[in-house]
């Protein structure tokens, strides 16, 4: 499991996932988060995907994945064969259900890709009955099945017609098992390549860990036997300090960075899902708040307090120790995380060869010669394996051609047997055969009978001139191969002898080399080091001659006669500044007191008017009301004089 996820972690931290996982925020994934994992890993598969399940209900997230995954012809393994507990872990984001299915789908995803796109066109359109009553579309939809029915039925007769062929063949279900075990060995020696590449790697990658792992340990047993009681104390007094910040200081620091960071998330998740009109006002109100920001700070400046912009500048130099302060105890931190992974390592490595082979792990001269001895051991073992593959591909060949022989005998005399059947014949053949043995042997018989003891005399000579004749002329080809097969022999063993110098020598090149290396990038680093101090010291520098240049000039202008550049200088003009402020300030002191002597009798005047403003107001009140009465009794004695005249 922990290769499966580490494959799982590498594989979305790369393009286009670049997830930024490692093992232990991948597997503090809450279930929910875990599952937009997977739809994320879909979505690069089917664009179609591409859905954020906040705004999606569990159902639909669930029969969306199913279809997707039943079309890329994904099987559950191990314990999720029952598809009912698949489709309940895949809906509460179970993690040995999920990380399966993602172990698969990152494993190939470009052939998965190419299946997705291509199964838009093969897949069945399940079309509603609703549009099938158009006319044009049932016909379209009936010639669309008849011509899927018509190319199944030409596939079924091809394959019938392929299954003829082979079962006329002899040993027919034996080929076609060893043509079964055929793909299965070579879909797992496919498998078992990929794994071997995988465990290579890893070995590769473990083994340079452990040299710089020895590299350090090294380093730190030269400086702990160089070491004195005043640098121990001096490191531990170090340590302590660091683990004193670390508590008292970045620890707290950072417990309440997450807990706002838990707070702001667990208020996130509560809220329901946005849509592009909340967003909008979100990024009004950024603006807005922006705008203000802006105002402050310009107010701010408008004031110009150097008071405040002193205490600014501490306080940004402060901050920015603080910053390095921290940056420097997050590397150191991580670099004694890096280092305790590391020891663990180590010694689950050594553990692991010492369970292997019951001995220490070999260094230096020893694990050369073992490495050259295991080469030349598995240069004869090649050799060996090539000369049995040749003998079974030899056998195979003759053992397929005395087959093919034998087959064409028995089709021979099967076609004869059909002619003599044909002619009315049958048997004849076989009679003619033991006839025509009959005669053979009569007349070996009577040759036997008739031949005299000096032909057979004459015969043996002739042989025995024959076999001479014939050793003489091999003679000297048998005396050439066999110099030629010392020297075949001679020039094996001198190349064994040089291939075993060639391998020893490759692998002390390849250790130097990786030494070369590793001093190459310690000095790279180095080098960089002293580039970035020289151009840091550079820059001071520069700093530090303007500062001086405006000092020099300073003292020029106050030292010199000419009232002209003396005004040019910062302190005239800073005096100047001064005795205007102050000025100022005597004016509007003197204004201040006017207005403080004043203050009184100006109260009481403004007093008086505003009891002057209340009485005339009362007045016009008077004045209105008294109108008001006059105009009502004009109407009533207007009023009574008409009755009067009625």
Not at 1 to 11: A, T
Not at 599 to 620: F, I, S, T, V, Y
């Amino acid at each position: 499991m922990s290769d499966q996820i580490k494959f799982i972690v590498d594989s979305l931290n790369k393009e286009p996932f670049r997830k930024n996982y490692n093992l232990i925020t991948f597997d503090s994934l809450e279930p929910m988060q875990l599952l937009q994992v997977l739809s994320d890993v879909l979505a690069e598969i089917d664009p179609k995907q591409l859905v954020d399940l906040r705004e999606e209900m569990p159902e639909q997230t669930a029969k969306r994945m199913l279809s997707l995954l039943g079309i890329l012809k994904y099987k559950p393994s191990g314990n999720a064969t029952d598809m009912t507990t698949f489709r309940q872990g895949l809906v509460i984001g179970s993690k040995p259900v999920i990380y399966p299915v993602l172990h698969w789908l990152l494993q190939r995803t470009n052939e998965l890709k190419k299946r997705a796109y291509l199964a838009r066109f093969l897949i069945k359109l399940e079309v509603p009955s609703e549009f099938l009553q158009d006319e044009t579309v049932a016909d379209t939809n009936k010639q669309d099945i008849s011509a899927m029915e018509e190319e199944k039925d030409q596939l079924i007769k091809r394959v019938e017609h392929l299954k003829k062929r082979v079962e006329t063949a002899q040993n027919y279900q034996w080929m076609l098992k060893i043509a079964r075990q055929l793909r299965v060995e070579k879909e797992r020696a496919e498998y078992l390549a990929q794994q071997k590449q995988e465990q290579k790697n890893q070995l590769f990658h473990a083994v340079q860990r452990l040299q710089r792992v020895q590299n350090q340990l090294k380093s730190m047993r030269q400086a702990a036997a160089d070491a004195k009681p005043e640098s121990l104390m001096k490191r531990l007094e170090e340590e302590i300090k660091f683990n004193l910040y670390m508590v008292t200081e970045k620890f707290p620091k950072e417990l309440e960075n997450k807990k706002k960071e838990l707070h702001f998330l667990q208020k996130v998740v509560s809220e329901p899902a946005m849509g592009h009109s909340d967003l909008l006002e979100l990024e009004s109100k950024i603006n807005e708040i922006n705008t203000e920001i802006n105002q402050l700070i310009e107010k701010k400046m408008m004031r110009n307090e150097p008071i405040e912009g002193k205490l600014s500048l501490y306080r940004q130099q402060a901050s920015i120790i603080s910053r390095k302060k921290e940056a420097k105890a997050e590397e150191l931190q991580e670099a004694k995380e890096k280092l305790a992974s590391l020891e663990r390592e180590a010694s689950v490595k050594r553990n692991q060869t010492r369970e292997f082979d019951g001995t220490e792990v070999l260094k230096g001269d020893e694990f050369k010669r073992y490495v050259s001895k295991l080469r030349s051991k598995s240069t004869v073992f090649k050799k060996k394996h090539q000369i049995i593959a040749e003998l079974k591909a030899e056998f195979g060949l003759l053992q397929r051609t005395e087959e093919l022989l034998k087959q064409r005998h028995e089709n021979i005399q099967q076609q004869l047997q059909t002619m003599e059947e044909k002619k009315g014949i049958s048997g004849y053949s076989y009679t003619q055969e033991e006839l025509e043995r009959v005669s053979a042997l009569k007349s070996e018989v009577d040759e036997m009978k008739g031949r005299t003891l000096d032909d057979m005399s004459e015969m043996v000579k002739k042989l025995n001139s024959l076999v001479s004749e014939k050793k003489s002329a091999l003679a000297s080809v048998i005396k050439e191969l066999r110099q030629l097969r010392q020297k075949c022999q001679e020039l094996t063993q001198e190349c064994d002898e040089k291939k075993s110098q060639y391998d020893s020598c490759a692998a002390g090149l390849e250790s130097n080399r990786s030494k070369l290396e590793q001093e190459v990038r310690r000095l790279r680093e180095e080098c960089l080091q002293e580039e970035s101090r020289y151009h840091y010291t550079n820059c001071m520098i520069k700093n530090l001659e303007v500062q001086l240049r405006r000092a020099t000039d300073e003292m020029k202008a106050y030292i010199s006669s000419d009232q002209q550049e003396k005004r040019k200088a910062i302190r005239e003009q800073y005096t100047k500044n001064i005795a205007e402020q102050e000025n100022l300030g005597k004016k509007l002191r003197e204004k201040q007191k006017v207005v403080r002597e004043s203050h009184g009798p100006n109260m009481k005047q403004a007093k008086m008017w505003r009891d002057l403003q209340q009485l005339m107001e009362c007045k016009k009140q008077c004045f209105l009301k008294q109108q008001s009465q006059t105009s009502i009794g004009q109407v009533i004695q207007e009023g009574g004089e008409d009755r009067l005249i009625l």
